[in-house]
């Protein structure tokens, strides 16, 4: 038996119909090229185009995320990062109602009440709430794509001990403040009913919409839990592999490396830490969040299998892209290295970020010279969430009022019940 051999010559019918697929082609391509351009940092030089798997660069862009920003995983960064995709895109982002400050009313269960009318329909969500799936789905349009991230639990705990030590009881109640001393007798200075008490234990499962109380011992609830985040969540980036989620990230998303360029947001200077150097502590830690740490320790697994997926060297690759990049960010918007300081030592106040008691420093960033900012995108890149989250929704309320959307008031009983959570980030 012999294979039919192909043909050299084509009938021109069969010419015809290759040559307009292939213009076609073309004309996608072209297309998606040009858009992809359009909403290119027009202020800064397109970073080298760069990609493995090559052809990346060909999808379109994905423009339509939830993103879940858990407490203390380096969230706002991330945050930043999805507001100026979608400011630069022109993308609609679900922001909060006035009556729930900046959060959507956490720690409640999130409900599209929540979110401000202005800002419908929305493309994306980015700011802090507790995860309930199906109120998302009504809100967020079918082709969403869900991402969070997680921080391992022994750092995440102490930078929630130290920034909320004078807004959870649990950590109020502990004589001289000490970590040590909590986690020796955590009963006793811990009540699960009582206000922000989710700040003190398995906050990740909490923010996921979990039940942080439940038994680390029940051999069946902690797997279905996973079992759903896996099925909900495209991708769960790991804070101590920030640069290698972005990869991540911008592979899921069909993103240019441009478009994942940040500066580290919402730190704590040096001094507000507790270095963590004890083994025991670290075990007690864990031992006091065991469900925290089982989910970390499963998504940490899953992270490694997504980075093998897209091959290792080619996520390293791509990450050293990254860092340079950040660099030639860092020196075009600071003319140097980017000016840490303590937010009073900050000259615009719009750049100051929020301190959550006299006893941390949460350290943000002055732009060079005393008059407007040398651009718009910079300005950006250091603001910090209260800012940008009023920033973005005066600009969207401003659009929508343009199109004279009907105001959709939040429903009033909503608005009477919303109990005095969170803690007031003002600048
Ligand atoms: N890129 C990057 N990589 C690793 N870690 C980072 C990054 N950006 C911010 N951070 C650290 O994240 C902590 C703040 O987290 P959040 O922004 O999620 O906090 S908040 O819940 O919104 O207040 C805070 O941690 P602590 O300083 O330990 O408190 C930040 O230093």
């Given at each position: 038996m012999t294979c039919p051999l192909p043909s050299l010559f084509y009938s021109p019918k069969t010419m015809s119909r290759k040559k307009a697929l292939l213009l076609l082609l073309l004309a996608f391509s072209t297309g998606t090229l040009l858009l992809r351009q359009s909403a290119h940092l027009g202020w800064f030089p397109k970073s080298?185009?760069?990609?493995?798997?090559?052809?990346?660069?060909l999808r379109p862009k994905h423009t339509a995320v939830a993103f879940l920003k858990t407490h203390k995983t380096a969230s706002t960064t991330v945050q930043n990062l999805l507001f100026r995709f979608a400011e630069r895109n022109n993308l609609t982002v679900a922001l909060p109602h006035h009556a729930c400050d900046h959060q959507f009313c956490y720690p409640r269960n999130f409900s599209s009440r929540f979110v401000h009318p202005y800002t419908l329909p929305p493309r994306f969500i980015a700011s802090h709430l507790r995860f309930n799936r199906e109120e998302l789905r009504r809100l967020m349009p079918n082709d969403t794509i869900y991402i969070t991230i997680l921080r391992e639990p022994v750092t995440m705990f102490e930078s929630l001990f130290s920034y909320y030590n004078q807004y959870c009881p649990a950590f109020k109640r502990v004589p001289n403040g000490s970590m040590e001393v909590f986690l020796d007798n955590p009963h006793s200075y811990?009540?699960?009913?009582?206000?922000?008490?989710?700040?003190?234990?398995?906050t990740l499962v909490y923010d996921l919409g979990?039940?942080?109380?439940?038994?680390?011992?029940?051999?069946t609830y902690l797997p279905a839990f996973i079992h759903q985040m896996e099925s909900i969540f495209s991708l769960v980036m790991l804070a101590e592999y920030f640069d290698e989620s972005l990869v991540l990230l911008r592979h899921l998303l069909a993103w240019d490396l441009d478009d994942i360029l940040y500066v580290k947001l919402n730190m704590r200077s040096p001094e507000s830490k507790l270095n963590i150097t004890s083994a025991r502590l670290a075990a007690q830690i864990r031992a006091w969040n065991a469900l925290d740490a089982h989910l970390y320790d499963h998504f940490n697994a899953t992270f490694w299998r997504k980075l093998n997926e897209v091959g290792r060297d080619c996520v390293q690759k791509e990450v050293h892209a990254l860092h340079r990049a950040c660099e030639r960010l860092a020196r075009h918007c600071f003319r140097g290295q980017p000016q840490l300081r303590p937010a009073m030592q900050i000259k615009n106040k719009e750049l100051r970020p929020w301190q959550p008691s006299a006893k941390v420093d949460i350290v943000g960033y002055d732009l060079p010279g005393s008059g407007p900012p040398l651009d718009e995108q910079c300005l950006k890149l250091v603001m910090p969430e209260v800012q940008y989250s009023r920033y973005l929704l005066r600009k969207q309320s401003l659009r929508n009022r343009r199109r004279a959307v009907p105001h959709r008031p939040l429903a009033p009983r909503g608005l009477l019940r919303l109990p005095r959570h969170p803690p007031p980030k003002t600048a």
């Open positions: 080298p185009s760069f990609s493995c798997p090559p052809l990346l660069s811990y009540r699960p009913h009582e206000k922000y008490a989710m700040y003190a234990r398995n979990g039940d942080p109380e439940h038994s680390p011992g029940d051999p």
